[in-house]
């Protein structure tokens, strides 16, 4: 009996990748065995991410976001990815801002929260240079769920009735037990998934202290995965509390010690947003002439070697105090 | 005893936070829906449930977070989890209060939070998009809305785009959509009154204005019919505690509350 469709959006969907091919793929892609996966970020970005993927990040917005990753692949130019906007502030808007990005599956961009809107995002999307099709955040994460567990599809109860829906390519069908209306989401299985950490092992052992948002299922539903942490530690703290490994290591394929790796965000129970350098970053993007973000992509990203230089650049004393506001002690240095 | 100034925005804080009852749960982003259960937990709802999105749930929020994640939504909580589980947590019928907001609402409650404009492709203002809105909208027991500024620009015949489900097109229509049942928007409040859904209609009805505002600005500053209510109230000013706890305990970096 086929599945009547009653009704369905006329979203895009981005990410081609189905949870089949993705099984067979892994059969032969991704090693078992523990094996060191440390390398530096340079190198990862260069061999796990390509032009035209679909990159999921880690964290929320300006939580716990993989900032080094995400400066290295607008360092390497990297074009036309496709991202999940899955709550992404800061991280997808220095990748747009670098010209990285052709489409977008969005749940919420485009807002600082607080803070206002991206001049960067709404100049991009309010032309139609990058494409979007839009989800919700819940919605966004059962795809994540169904592209984790690898099924095709999952029925959700939201979004319906709404023109959310419509723009998504969501199908209204009635449950075929209960009779009552679902909506059906098609699954997704990112092809590269960048996240920071609290702290992992040489093999991909990763544990996040706080809230794990999102990281847990898009681990589990993309083809790659690259991890930078506060502290790289041995596999024997690891062995000791393994009920904390969030993503085990065979689902990793890169892992980076990187210290600060989050700024400017927020790394919970480590330092706080650098609210100075998210304003200053704002109101550069929310300037007529492009060429003001171009200046300062030089400046923290293209003119700089890598992130060690970007964290000297800033500086230990900035540093330090993000770590006192994170404690809510006054700064003294 | 009644505060001798106060904003608007004070105002619209305590009337908030009025609306949640004790023993409740709760599900905010930050600004003033935050700020009213955090306000509400600090005078007549000490045991309110507070649930972030991003999967804190009930922190001991120290100060307002700045972020709907930031390590505030987390600070001293008794579980911290992911995004899923706080929708799962949703569907399931734990929570029963979540705040929304929008750059423009209908007379049943529908809410655009994605676009100004009637072009998808091209439009005047691109806004963030449904973020957990239309997930709360959809899952909730009740939501309660909050507008900052009553207008007809922001309360329209028709918004631009329905991010996040009010009362759609009417009586049974959440339900003819597939929508959870009993659910739907309960409140609104803004910087001139209090107002909820008329039960039978499902149209957005005046209930209160604030002190110093007439039916009548009510009805001027809305795009749609309003219903208005037999009696109409007047909603109680903030009291002294309330405000020395907004400046003081809650937002003393005055993120919301300028200095």
Request: with cysteine; glycine share 8%; charged share 25%.
């Amino acid at each position: 009996m086929e599945m009547k469709i009653l009704k369905e959006g006329t979203g895009e969907i981005f990410c081609k990748n189905t949870p089949s091919e993705v099984r067979n793929w892994t059969r032969e892609s991704k090693p078992r065995a523990l094996k060191d996966k440390r390398m530096r970020i340079k190198d990862a970005v260069k061999k796990y991410i390509s032009d035209g993927d679909y990159l999921a990040i880690g964290g929320f917005g300006h939580i716990r976001i993989p900032m080094a990753i995400i400066y290295e692949i607008v360092r390497q130019r990297i074009k036309n990815l496709s991202v999940a906007g899955h709550t992404a502030v800061q991280d997808i808007d220095v990748l747009m801002a670098g010209g990285c990005v052709s489409a977008v599956d969005i749940a919420y961009v485009v807002g600082f929260e607080l803070r206002g809107l991206s001049g960067v995002q709404r100049r991009l999307f309010e032309s139609g240079q990058v494409k979007k099709t839009d989800y919700t955040n819940g919605a966004m994460s059962y795809r994540l769920r169904a592209g984790a567990q690898g099924i095709p599809f999952i029925p959700v109860k939201v979004m319906l009735g709404t023109d959310t829906m419509m723009h998504s390519p969501g199908k209204v069908v009635k449950c075929p037990f209960t009779g009552e209306k679902v909506l059906l989401l098609p699954s997704l299985n990112p092809d590269v998934c960048i996240l920071h950490a609290h702290r992992a092992d040489m093999y991909g052992n990763v544990q996040i202290d706080g809230h794990i948002v999102k990281d847990d299922l898009q681990a589990r539903a993309s083809k790659r995965v690259i991890v930078t942490c506060e502290e790289l530690v041995s596999t024997d703290k690891i062995r000791a509390e393994p009920g904390r490994t969030v993503i085990p290591f065979f689902m990793v394929d890169a892992v980076i010690e990187q210290p600060w790796g989050s700024h400017p965000g927020n790394m919970p129970y480590k330092y706080y947003f650098d609210h100075e350098f998210t304003e200053n970053y704002l109101s550069v993007g929310r300037e007529e002439n492009p060429k003001a973000m171009e200046a300062w992509l030089d400046d923290w990203v293209y003119n700089l070697e890598d992130y060690d230089d970007y964290l000297t650049k800033l500086g230990a004393k900035r540093l330090y105090n993000l770590r006192d506001l994170e404690f809510l002690r006054p700064p003294v240095r | 005893m009644e505060h001798k100034s106060y904003t608007l925005r004070e105002l619209m804080a305590v009337n908030a936070a009025r609306q949640l009852e004790d023993g409740k749960s709760v599900a905010v982003g930050t600004g003033l829906p935050l700020i009213a259960a955090m306000l509400a937990q600090q005078t007549h709802a000490p045991n309110l449930v507070i649930f972030f999105e991003a999967g804190g749930i009930a922190p001991q929020l120290p100060i307002l977070p700045i972020s709907v994640g930031d390590s505030r939504t987390i600070h001293r909580a008794l579980c911290t989890t992911t995004l899923i589980d706080i929708m799962d947590n949703m569907r399931r019928g734990f929570i029963d209060y979540a705040f929304l907001g929008g750059a423009q609402i209908d007379k049943f409650g529908n809410l655009n939070s994605t676009m100004i404009g009637n072009d998808y492709e091209r439009p005047k203002v691109r806004f963030p998009g449904s973020g957990g809105a239309n997930d709360f909208g959809s899952l909730a027991w009740e939501t309660l809305i909050i507008m900052d500024r009553h207008s007809p620009r922001r309360f329209v015949e028709k918004v631009d785009f329905v991010t996040t489900p009010g009362y759609l097109y009417g009586p049974g229509a959440r339900e003819e959509e597939g929508l959870s049942e009993n659910t739907g928007p309960s409140k609104v409040i803004t910087d001139l009154s209090l107002l909820d859904f008329e039960p039978k209609s499902k149209r957005m009805r005046l209930i209160a204005t604030h002190p110093g505002i007439s039916v009548d600005d009510v009805i001027k500053a809305t795009g749609f019919e309003l219903i208005i209510a037999d009696e109409v109230g007047t909603t109680t000013p903030p009291t002294a505690e309330e405000i020395q706890i907004l400046h003081e305990v809650i937002d003393p970096q005055g993120f919301v509350f300028k200095k």
